[in-house]
């Protein structure tokens, strides 16, 4: 078996997608994102266009006003731990393609 064609997972991450849940804003914003980077590896990033720079914005507007990062900035805060997590998810996005 070679790299390709080679399988290390046990079983399947999912069984099955509802793709109407593709259609919701957050999802519909992460799937826009997809062809705004290069797969490869060890090839350097074009700039983001325009377009894309609206298309990374809009999703993490989505992703920060979700419920499980609402939850997690209120525990956050109320551990006083952290207040902006919006820089904090944004580093994060820009670290991991820098």
Sequence with gaps: MNQLT???AFGSLFKSV???RLQE???SS?????DNYNPHTGQVEPALTASENT????FLFQALSSPALITL???LVAKGKSSQIEV???LII???YT
């Design 6 to 8: 080679s399988k290390f």
């Design 18 to 20: 509802d793709e109407t």
């Design 25 to 27: 804003p957050l999802w």
């Design 30 to 34: 992460f799937v826009a994102l997809l």
């Design 55 to 58: 298309e990374t914005q809009e």
């Design 73 to 75: 900035k209120d525990f």
């Design 88 to 90: 904090q998810v944004l």
């Design 94 to 96: 820009i670290l991991s």
